[in-house]
């Protein structure tokens, strides 16, 4: 460890920060293991607790660390990146990034939906949907809880296999591909049982989604929506200006 050097113009938090930055990927630990606490870093440079922590804010906004009150500071596990606008299915996600892809079954049953899964699938009222409740994994940790609702005309019973994924498995049974959707995602916490599912504690930070996938024809094929761990997932999209008028 080299000492910091109170006698330049470069702040004390940034100094550490730097020094802390290259101990996190020295490779000597993995993603989820405990690093240290704020005390225990506090008496090692000799600096406040407000330093340390600014030095500890860096790193957290880096994706490097996370805090855990009562506990220290962790490394912070390794995310899955999905890279919109590509349209991927879950397990194609999932073996993009080197992961196991996995699913827990909760519930495969055939349901009366909500109105907005209704008007999403553009059924007539009163008509019944196939419903999916899944905990899809990746390398054996929970990451999704999603709740998929596919029109019966689609001749999908819950008699199927739904541990894999649901996008292949339409197409191998009907012939009809999921070629768009429309995404939507939002921050939430997840509470309730789905914090059960997900492994982590109520209030715990995530991702909501909703999303409706269509085929080449742009009929709608299945609408899902659910709970996303925040800590393993994250969304990188590329943004292209449009050119101004005139230009």
Do not use: C
């Not at 440079?45 to 880096?62: C, D, G, P, Y």
């Not at 994994?137 to 001749?155: A, C, E, N």
């Not at 996938?213 to 990188?236: C, F, H, K, T």
């Amino acid at each position: 460890m080299q000492p910091i050097d109170r006698d330049i113009p470069v702040p004390l938090y940034f100094q550490i920060y730097q020094q802390l930055e290259v101990e996190l990927n020295d490779g000597s630990r993995k993603p989820g293991d405990f690093y240290s606490t704020e005390m225990e870093l506090q008496e090692r440079f000799q600096v406040s607790r407000a330093t340390i922590r600014s030095a500890l804010t860096m790193l957290e906004k880096n994706g490097q660390i996370n805090r855990i009150t009562g506990k220290g500071i962790f490394l912070a596990p390794v995310k899955l990146k999905v890279d919109l606008p590509n349209l991927l299915s879950f397990s194609e996600e999932m073996k993009r990034r080197g992961m196991n892809p996995g699913t827990r079954l909760v519930e495969v049953t055939i349901v009366s939906p909500p109105q907005k899964v209704t008007t999403a699938l553009s059924l007539k009222d009163n008509e019944n949907t196939l419903l999916i409740n899944r905990i899809r994994t990746g390398d054996h940790k929970p990451i999704v809880y999603s709740q998929s609702y596919l029109p019966l005309s689609l001749g999908l019973t819950p008699t199927f296999d739904f541990t894999g994924s649901l996008y292949e498995l339409i197409q191998t049974q009907t012939g009809k591909a999921v070629t768009e959707a429309v995404h939507l995602i939002e921050g939430a916490l997840v509470e309730g049982e789905t914090a059960d599912w997900l492994e982590v504690e109520s209030g715990f930070p995530g991702l909501r989604f909703r999303r409706t996938a269509y085929d080449q024809l742009g009929n709608p094929l299945v609408y899902e929506e659910g709970m996303i761990r925040g800590d393993l997932y994250s969304y990188e999209i590329r943004l292209k200006k449009l050119p101004a008028n005139g230009e």
